[in-house]
């Protein structure tokens, strides 16, 4: 009995600060206010954190099956890294619970593998291949703590507004094309709503301003980019039906 309570204490402090375990398990207080508010935020967080493994997958096969990048912006793409990077670099030394920014770290490594196939795709194989060179260098720099905080804070302040312009930068681009090319609509939904989520469990986890900022504008940058997909579907849907027709003749 005491092996099950033990691990029942162990599952539960994954969502539950050991106050709150309390407040819950001894006091029996199961509606607390701030433990129920705290206990959403890291269960949302933790969720967040798993979702993150797979959220730009469907991106990555989308370019990598049609060996193209054509519609995407390599200003949006490189200024997600850099805002990702920031995130994570900043948020570690900073020591957030890991359930606050860990899905940052999962998402930066696929942000990477875009920008690299995008690069692949739009510039060279060998501009690939530098670019990554170059950047794992600098990550293991920012992250070994040479790096004094203040250069930190400041890399988190300038990446909120490169973020949201080169999200931006893509709808401007999807607005000339009339369409949103080789963007996963998968993908781009689920970085809307984890942005959204992000807002709050910034404000409960941290209570960081620039955190909070930081993902209030990609959540309505995001927003802009989903719309975009509803806006020019039935443009899409009207070129390929014209396609077929002249095909046939």
């Given at each position: 009995?005491?092996?099950?309570?033990?691990?029942?204490?162990?599952?539960?402090?994954?969502?539950?600060?050991?106050?709150?375990?309390?407040?819950?398990?001894?006091?029996?207080?199961?509606?607390?206010?701030?433990?129920?508010?705290?206990?959403?935020?890291?269960?949302?967080?933790?969720?967040?954190?798993?979702?993150?493994?797979?959220?730009?997958?469907?991106?990555?096969?989308?370019?990598?099956?049609?060996?193209?990048?054509?519609?995407?912006?390599?200003?949006?793409?490189?200024?997600?890294?850099?805002?990702?990077?920031?995130?994570?670099?900043?948020?570690?030394?900073?020591?957030?619970?890991?359930?606050?920014?860990?899905?940052?770290?999962?998402?930066?490594?696929q942000t990477l593998l875009i920008v690299m196939l995008v690069i692949n795709y739009n510039v060279s194989r060998n501009a690939a291949k530098s670019f990554t060179a170059v950047f794992c260098v600098l990550?293991?720099?920012?992250?070994?703590?040479?790096?004094?905080?203040?250069?930190?804070?400041?890399?988190?302040?300038?990446?909120?507004?490169?973020?949201?312009?080169?999200?931006?930068?893509?709808?401007?681009?999807?607005?000339?094309?009339?369409?949103?090319?080789?963007?996963?609509?998968?993908?781009?939904?689920?970085?809307?709503?984890?942005?959204?989520?992000?807002?709050?469990?910034?404000?409960?986890?941290?209570?960081?301003?620039?955190?909070?900022?930081?993902?209030?504008?990609?959540?309505?940058?995001?927003?802009?980019?989903?719309?975009?997909?509803?806006?020019?579907?039935?443009?899409?849907?009207?070129?390929?039906?014209?396609?077929?027709?002249?095909?046939?003749?």
């Amino acid at each position: 009995m005491n092996t099950f309570v033990q691990f029942f204490q162990k599952v539960s402090l994954l969502v539950l600060t050991p106050q709150c375990y309390q407040v819950f398990f001894t006091d029996l207080d199961f509606f607390n206010g701030a433990c129920l508010k705290s206990t959403l935020s890291k269960g949302l967080g933790l969720g967040i954190v798993g979702g993150s493994l797979l959220v730009k997958l469907p991106q990555v096969i989308k370019l990598w099956k049609n060996k193209s990048a054509k519609g995407i912006s390599i200003m949006n793409v490189s200024m997600d890294l850099y805002a990702v990077t920031a995130n994570v670099v900043y948020s570690y030394a900073n020591k957030f619970p890991f359930s606050a920014w860990g899905d940052s770290l999962f998402i930066l490594f696929q942000t990477l593998l875009i920008v690299m196939l995008v690069i692949n795709y739009n510039v060279s194989r060998n501009a690939a291949k530098s670019f990554t060179a170059v950047f794992c260098v600098l990550f293991s720099v920012l992250m070994s703590g040479a790096v004094p905080e203040s250069v930190l804070w400041t890399a988190q302040l300038t990446s909120i507004p490169l973020m949201f312009f080169g999200k931006i930068t893509q709808s401007y681009v999807n607005y000339v094309n009339k369409g949103t090319g080789q963007l996963s609509m998968a993908t781009c939904i689920l970085l809307f709503l984890g942005a959204a989520v992000r807002v709050f469990t910034s404000v409960q986890e941290t209570g960081d301003s620039l955190l909070i900022w930081t993902f209030t504008l990609a959540t309505i940058a995001n927003f802009i980019i989903v719309a975009q997909f509803y806006y020019y579907r039935p443009i899409a849907t009207k070129v390929k039906s014209s396609k077929k027709k002249t095909k046939k003749t």
